[in-house]
Every structure is written in structure tokens, then in C-alpha cells.
């Protein structure tokens, strides 16, 4: 089943994530595919929010991928990301996940 998200913007005070993408779901996740575009602004207060209400996982996620994340013209950081086969690629560094 083909997906297309033309715009998502999610954002609460200064803290805003906006993305895009397409993906092709079959319930089978290694048959599936997906690729996007993710952009946050004040990353760090992100983190810190999700910190702060106790999302050790999301939060520790979000330090690691800020790692990866390259600066936007806009000043946020963002991430090309896809997943086919199994395998994500985040800013074209394939992250074999399963």
C-alpha cells in the first residue's frame, strides 16, 4: 500500500519537527520501503523536554541521531532518511536494524 506525506509539522513553543516522505507498506517489513525528509528546530530543547517527562529511550534516540544530523539552512537539524530491505540509512550511513 503506497503512502505519501506531502507535509507533517509537529511544534509547541520554540520546538518544531516538520518532514515529508513516501513509503510502500506490504506488511512484510523487510518487503516494505520508505524514504523522507526530518528537520527539527532547538533539538536540544527537545531532548531536554523529553528528558524532563522521563523518555529515557526517545530522548537517548534523539542524542544519538543528532550525532547524524546534518544543519539545515533554516538553523534545525534534519535527516534524509529511508529503510528498504531491512536496512535504514540516515543521511546515507546505512544502520543495519532489525
Known amino acids: ?5 506531502a507535509s507533517l509539522t509537529a511544534q509547541r513553543g520554540a520546538m518544531q519537527i516538520t ?13 516494505s520501503s520508505a524514504t523522507g525528509h526530518i528537520q527539527v ?10 528528558r ?3 523518555q ?3 530522548s537517548a ?5 543528532k550525532l547524524f544530523g546534518h544543519k539545515a539552512p533554516s538553523g534545525g537539524t534534519s535527516w534524509d532518511v529511508s529503510w528498504e ?6 543521511n546515507h ?6
Open 61 to 65: 534516540a534523539l542524542i544519538l541521531a
Open 52 to 54: 524532563n517527562a522521563g
Open 56 to 58: 529515557t529511550r526517545a
Open 93 to 98: 550511513i546505512p544502520l543495519p536494524i532489525r
Open 1 to 5: 500500500m503506497p503512502l505519501h506525506v
Open 41 to 50: 528546530q532547538n533539538l536540544d530543547a527537545v531532548i531536554e523536554t523529553l
Open 19 to 31: 518532514g515529508n516522505g513516501d513509503a510502500n507498506l506490504t506488511g512484510n517489513t523487510d518487503a
Open 85 to 90: 530491505g531491512g536496512v535504514m540509512t540516515v
